[in-house]
């Protein structure tokens, strides 16, 4: 795929916002309404406009922008102003991450296509692994959603509706899920995203309710830490 990253400006909100509802069209439809589109459109400009050089777009010169990625180095002052503007849940887990030195938080992360989704994901995760080195970041948090969680609780409970379990119970379900894996190799998930995470050297922490939107995730999505390697120090002279 030939695909360039490059900070985000005000002029890419209509191309970030059409990759957002095409990278999620289970959570918000295959044909969104006008007044969805312009709901997305208002909450994407806000976000823009409170992480300028930290947004980022993946385009290729065929399809302009296919894939973007929205992160922030994460500290206390900034916790309430990007909880407003992500409409974060107000967690611990979140809380901590913002409460820890050298560290930064992926906010948002879309590709469209099933069939570029990992390699752009992995372009734009390069990209920001480099952009965090130079800001001495020495720490990524990041949710992932849990895409297979609907799948397997249809396969281990055939009968019972997921919705109308209590929150609670599908609560446990979610973290029960989030920490199986699969059958010949028990270091590895079983949802097929998480193990795409955990094989690139990224650690599972926990289960975060009310934060995917999509069905197959049921709402719960997993926070994720990515601990970065030093930076290489040059050979003397």
């Known amino acids: 795929m030939t695909a360039t990253v490059r900070a985000a400006t005000m002029a890419d909100l209509d191309g970030m916002v059409d990759v957002e509802l095409r990278a999620f069209d289970d959570a918000y439809g ?23 050089e930290w947004a980022r777009v993946l385009e290729t010169p065929a399809d302009g922008i296919i894939g973007l ?6 500290d206390p002052a900034r916790y309430a102003q990007v909880r407003q503007h992500f409409q974060l849940d107000d967690d611990d887990l979140l809380r901590m991450v913002f409460g820890e030195p050298a560290t930064a938080y992926v906010l948002n992360l879309a590709v469209v296509g099933s069939e570029r ?9 390069a990209d920001l692994r ?32 997921p919705t109308a379990l209590p929150p609670a ?13 699969m059958p010949n190799d028990n270091t590895r998930p079983l949802d097929r995203l998480l193990r795409m995470y955990v094989d690139r050297g990224c650690q599972v922490l926990g289960v975060t309710s009310g934060w995917s939107l999509d069905r197959l995730s049921l709402g719960y999505g997993v926070l994720c830490r990515r601990d970065l390697p030093p930076q290489p120090r040059s050979a003397p002279a």
């Not at 990625?69 to 994460?74: D, E, S, V």
């Not at 989704?117 to 995760?125: D, I, P, T, V």
């Not at 119970?169 to 973290?175: D, V, Y």
């Open 30 to 52: 295959g044909e969104p309404s006008p007044e969805l589109v312009a709901s997305v459109r208002q909450i994407w400009a806000g976000r823009l406009g409170i992480l300028g």
């Open 69 to 74: 990625l929205l992160c922030c180095p994460a």
């Open 117 to 125: 989704h990992l390699a752009g994901s992995l372009r734009l995760f």
């Open 130 to 161: 480099a952009r965090a080195r130079r800001f001495s970041i020495r720490r990524l948090y990041f949710h992932s959603r849990v895409i297979g969680f609907a799948g397997w609780l249809a396969d281990e409970f055939p009968d019972a509706d």
């Open 169 to 181: 119970e599908r609560l446990r379900l979610a973290q029960r899920y989030s920490k199986s894996t």
